[in-house]
């Protein structure tokens, strides 16, 4: 069956398909009693990572009965926000949590939530990544060999042992075993990359999520230059669920991340990164609060007309979600500011979305994206999928009162080669599906794709504000843009780093020495549709087309 057949004959329409794309949520424990344990920072096989795989491996467990297990990450951990969701918990839902402060003292629990153990071997770094898909099926929890004894102290015996199992293979090898023994009985709504940090550490924050699921787990290359690996990658991706997730992240040594999301995007399947998001098998049973209600910032109405004046107007977006941003930093507030919401946490993490909407100010505002209901690149969804795709995007847009859609496109290049532009065709996509929508914004690094149509722009970014440039230099930069742009109104839309904190934004910009205007990207897209002083642009039949080679 091809691949555009499977996706009609399988797609299911309306609430079946928000069926198949939500994930089950667990009933909250009636005494909302709950254990926390922080995380150390070393992620080295010869360090801490034994013990963090045995940890979540015993979080993904037993949370199966109810959310009983979180964890917090140390400050240098890419998601910001465990200690702050964590007090959020505790004020709107009514949590206890108690601390946690050795393995033996989780063990001693929620030992019994485990069936036995599973053995990896520290000499073959992949074989914790496929005791991460024995560990949901089996219900068993992960150990080294030196772990081994500590886990029979609590009653628990081994049901698989890994060690010599993959002595001397290459990766490929390995995961075709894993497929023979494994992938039959795995979920087809959800596959594990873990990717990310290689070598000799793991960053595995997602292990607990795909035991809990009971995932095959993987980090399988998406590189044409590795074609062993790539096939394999190919059939998980054609034998998922149509508009399922592939969840984690590429693996930084075998590929980039324009092929991983372009290649799942072909399939039209859903990224959800990153491989170090936690506690998502916790995050996953706390709904909202009876009395929540998603409500945005607004500073138009949709059919509102706002006349710009001849002015420099500057918008800034900050993406990558929101947990590993800037909101947690010092500044936020000071400016308008508009964050790119993780949609489909709508199904897998309800109240975190509520932590962000509770917490923001009048300054913050949210839009959707990346692209649909997760990130994906939209010239390689296929065409018969991206409807279906487009109604849940649409979905989740209603529940969270968004009204901007944010598109990005690294399948023929990135900020530094190649293309990042949209078709004709994709845009044409794009006003059918969302016809609420107010405008749509583009890229990632600067691009030239714009248009206006039914006073709905599509407006791409002028510029990427990295978190290394040197901060003089992207003053100049600013400043040479203005030049450029001489026409007025001139409308300049920043892409913000995600890391990159407010205060720092802030003073960049009070540093341009000509006159410019912030304002909310919302009444930035207003005045836009009033005075269209961009030239309509897509992509060219001579851009060049570079599919995001990995450097090695």
């Not at 299911?12 to 009933?27: D, E, H, I, K």
């Not at 297990?69 to 505790?90: A, D, G, N, Q």
């Not at 060690?163 to 497929?179: C, L």
């Not at 030239?448 to 039914?454: C, E, N, P």
């Amino acid at each position: 069956m091809n691949l555009t057949r499977k996706i009609l004959k399988n797609a299911l329409p309306g609430l079946a398909l928000v069926a198949l794309l939500s994930f089950s949520q667990r009933a909250v424990c009636a005494e909302k009693e709950a254990y926390v344990m922080q995380m150390s920072e070393d992620w080295t096989i010869e360090g801490d990572l034994p013990s963090h795989a045995l940890l979540l491996s015993l979080q993904g467990l037993a949370n199966l009965n109810g959310p009983q297990l979180y964890f917090e990450y140390m400050p240098s951990w890419p998601w910001k926000i465990t200690r702050p969701l964590k007090e959020f918990y505790e004020r709107r839902h009514d949590f206890t949590f108690t601390p946690l402060e050795t393995p033996e003292e989780a063990l001693a629990l929620f030992a019994n939530s485990a069936k036995g153990y599973v053995v990896w071997d520290k000499e073959v770094r992949t074989s914790l990544i496929v005791a991460f898909t024995v560990a949901g099926l089996e219900e068993v929890v992960v150990v080294s060999e030196e772990l081994i004894p500590l886990v029979e102290e609590y009653g628990l015996e081994m049901v698989v042992d890994l060690r010599g199992d993959f002595t001397g293979m290459p990766d490929h090898e390995i995961y075709q075993i894993a497929m023979d023994r494994y992938w039959d009985r795995c979920s087809r709504d959800l596959v594990i990359w873990m990717g990310g940090a290689h070598g000799n550490r793991m960053e595995p924050g997602m292990a607990d999520w795909g035991i809990y699921r009971k995932a095959f787990f993987t980090d399988l290359s998406n590189n044409p230059l590795h074609p062993e690996e790539l096939a394999l990658t190919n059939r998980i991706y054609t034998e998922q669920n149509p508009q399922s997730y592939v969840m984690g992240w590429h693996s930084y040594r075998k590929d980039t991340e324009g092929q991983q999301v372009s290649l799942i995007s072909s399939y039209g399947l859903r990224m959800e990164g990153l491989n170090t998001l936690p506690n998502l098998s916790f995050n996953n049973q706390i709904p909202f609060t009876d009395d929540f209600k998603f409500t945005n910032n607004h500073n138009v109405e949709p059919d509102e007309v706002v006349v710009p004046e001849e002015k420099v107007y500057v918008s800034l977006v900050q993406t990558d979600s929101i947990g590993i941003g800037a909101w947690t930093k010092p500044g936020r507030g000071r400016i308008p500011y508009a964050w790119q919401v993780s949609m489909s946490w709508v199904d897998t993490a309800p109240a975190s979305l509520q932590f962000f909407f509770e917490g923001a100010m009048p300054n913050d505002y949210f839009i959707g994206g990346l692209t649909g209901p997760s990130y994906m690149y939209p010239k390689p969804i296929p065409a018969e999928a991206f409807p279906i795709l487009m109604t849940e995007a649409k979905r989740q847009m209603s529940i969270l009162d968004l009204r901007v859609m944010e598109t990005m496109d690294y399948s023929e290049g990135n900020r530094h080669v190649g293309n990042t532009e949209l078709t004709r065709e994709v845009a044409d996509r794009y006003y059918e599906n969302f016809p609420d929508v107010i405008g749509f914004i583009n890229g990632y690094g600067s691009a030239r794709t714009f248009d206006l149509r039914d006073d709905r722009p599509l407006i791409s970014y002028d510029y990427y504000l990295s978190l290394y440039r040197p901060a003089e230099e992207a003053v100049a930069d600013l400043e040479e843009l203005i030049h450029l742009n001489r026409k007025r109104p001139y409308f300049m839309l920043i892409h913000v780093r995600e890391s990159k904190s407010i205060e720092k934004t802030v003073g960049i910009l009070e540093a341009v020495n000509e006159p410019i205007e912030i304002v909310p990207l919302d009444v930035f897209l207003k005045m836009a549709a009033n005075n269209k002083t961009y030239r309509t642009r897509y992509q060219q039949p001579g851009d060049p087309i570079v599919g995001n080679p990995h450097p090695k």
